[in-house]
């Protein structure tokens, strides 16, 4: 993982986590995503088995669950957020990984706002990956906008990676005061543009934080 900020037209390195940590992720930078009630949180689990470091990477996991019984979740599943910790915005995001396919499958990096709900604060989403169509990555920004009127702005675009779950790909944002370029392995697959006219389409004039997470079903 890598965060930049433009610099003279240039990329100057601020922040970066390579987890090359022996046993634990830093603990300064990440915590456990809680369980919520969202489709995308409710097997949430902080279960060891779900987190593992090796060979210098975080590895989340998705587990049928027969290891809690007091536990009522079918399946626990990790995840890592920086809410509170390490805030991004204007600048570049960098996130490389290798996904691995299963049917019900669910992984993201995406970001969401510190301070307000959603989808009023917005959602920008680096890289979707559904069990259902496992060769796809789809890049996606929700607003308030877009929630009530999903085809009024281009918001959404998806590219095919055949080798998704054999290899490395860089996952990618850059933020600027107008738009949102989306990327994986530098080719552009999305440009999300402000419109002065639409304000309820534009929510990311403020720090959001990072979420990496897999979730099943």
């Known amino acids: 993982l890598a965060g930049c900020q433009p610099q003279q037209e240039e990329w100057q390195l601020v922040w970066e986590e390579n987890f090359d940590q022996a046993e634990h992720f830093d603990e300064a930078s990440w915590s456990k995503i809680p369980r919520g009630k969202s489709d995308w949180n409710n097997y949430m689990s902080d279960f060891d088995s779900c987190y593992t470091m090796r060979d210098g990477n975080l590895v989340l996991r998705g587990l049928v669950n027969y ?4 536990d009522t979740a079918p399946f626990i599943t990790g995840g890592v957020y920086t809410k509170g910790k390490v805030g991004f915005s204007d600048g570049r995001l960098d ?3 290798k996904l691995y396919g299963a049917t019900g499958a669910w992984p993201a990096f995406w970001l969401l ?3 307000e709900g959603w989808p009023n604060g ?3 989403d680096i890289m979707e990956n559904v069990g259902y169509d ?3 990555i789809h890049a996606t920004v929700h607003t308030p906008g877009s929630k009530r009127d999903p085809e009024a702005v281009i918001r959404s675009n998806s590219v ?4 998704a ?4 790909h860089v996952f990618a944002v850059e933020w600027y005061a107008d738009r949102l370029d989306f990327f ?3 080719k552009l697959i999305l440009s999300y543009r402000k419109d002065d006219q639409l304000p309820e389409y534009w929510r990311f004039d403020k720090p959001h934080y990072l979420l990496l997470n897999l979730a099943v079903g």
């Open 165 to 168: 779950f054999s290899a490395f």
């Open 113 to 115: 706002p510190e301070n």
């Open 134 to 136: 496992p060769l796809r």
């Open 95 to 97: 996130i490389r990984a």
């Open 122 to 124: 917005g959602e920008i």
């Open 184 to 186: 994986v392995d530098e």
């Open 67 to 70: 290891s809690l019984p007091a």
């Open 160 to 163: 095919k990676l055949n080798d």
